[in-house]
């Protein structure tokens, strides 16, 4: 979820639900240890739970990233083995870590002995075409004896040859049976799944199964659904909250931005695009708040223009 998961967007999503656990978008140990650390690390108190995600391989760098991550307050630290872009393999981290299951066990051990946080990895069931299972539970059995209690599986291979990221989420088939046999054989581990679920059904039929879901794509451009999971899979009393008050808050957020930052509000805007997602007028109502040409207004104005326009297509 690089460039999407920022901290704008997970104030908003916080929002929506008070109890899933958010994660950071993937910052690698470079840009930690040698960048702009508070541009990386900043985000809203609102936010928490909050896990922050590294990429990195070596593991004195990932105990520095992952002390300054504590450091800042992060509930968890999770290190990417999933990521398949070109540009993370010529760093040597994210899927293609997952030949080198020793490196990784010692960047784990090396972040668990720095951290009192959890440390979590977030990894693929397989890399390139070869569908063996065997390779995958000896990542998780390897890793798992360095300290890690919680996998995060994203039930597809990851091809690190001939497909973009796009095409990585997509093309590989999904094998949800691969992950259910991992946490039968590591019963004492915390198996997440990830990978394709778009409904609470879906949701319901892992968790009978399984330790979590995580949930990236869908979340993003269906954000709403979100709003029904703290009754849905937490055990809170039903909500009553409105598209029309989230984006009412949102706006709050943006006025709070633009003053304590200069924060434009189209940079946070471009998170809840998909806010009125399958609702009667969300095009005209995403046009509006997405239209560069009314980055000068303030964006109260520009949350009353989306719903005139809306209306306005309603009343048509």
Not at 71 to 84: K, Q, S, T, V
Not at 89 to 111: I, S, T, W, Y
Request: charged residues 25%.
């Amino acid at each position: 979820m690089m460039d999407w998961t920022d901290r704008h967007c997970r104030y908003f999503h916080r929002l929506l639900s008070q109890h899933a656990l958010l994660y950071t978008e993937m910052v690698t140990t470079g840009a930690l240890l040698h960048g702009d650390v508070p541009r990386h690390l900043d985000y809203n108190v609102e936010e928490h739970p909050v896990a922050l995600q590294l990429g990195g391989s070596e593991p004195a760098d990932l105990a520095q990233a992952a002390r300054l991550g504590e450091r800042w307050g992060y509930d968890e630290i999770n290190l990417n083995c999933g990521c398949p872009s070109e540009r993370v393999q010529r760093g040597a981290f994210g899927a293609c870590l997952m030949n080198e299951p020793h490196l990784v066990a010692d960047g784990v051990k090396a972040m668990v002995d720095a951290v009192s946080v959890p440390v979590t990895v977030k990894h693929r069931i397989g890399i390139e075409r070869v569908e063996d299972y065997g390779f995958v539970r000896d990542f998780v059995g390897t890793v798992a004896d360095a300290g890690c209690r919680v996998f995060i599986a994203h039930a597809r291979n990851a091809w690190l040859k001939g497909l973009s990221p796009k095409e990585n989420r997509e093309v590989p088939p999904l094998r949800y049976e691969v992950v259910h046999r991992l946490k039968q054989d590591f019963p004492h581990l915390v198996i997440a799944i990830n990978g394709g679920f778009t409904n609470a059904a879906q949701v319901h039929d892992q968790l009978s199964l399984l330790d979590g879901v995580m949930v990236g794509r869908e979340a993003y451009h269906n954000p709403f659904w979100l709003a029904s999971w703290d009754h849905d899979f937490f055990g809170a009393a039903e909500g009553d909250l409105t598209r029309e008050a989230v984006e009412a808050r949102m706006v709050d957020y943006m006025e709070r931005e633009a003053a304590a930052h200069a924060t434009p509000w189209h940079s946070i805007a471009r998170h809840m695009l998909g806010l009125y997602h399958g609702q009667p007028g969300a095009r005209r109502w995403r046009q509006v708040w997405s239209d560069h040409r009314l980055k000068a207004l303030p964006a109260r104005e520009v949350m009353a223009l989306a719903h005139q326009r809306q209306a306005h297509l309603l009343d048509a």
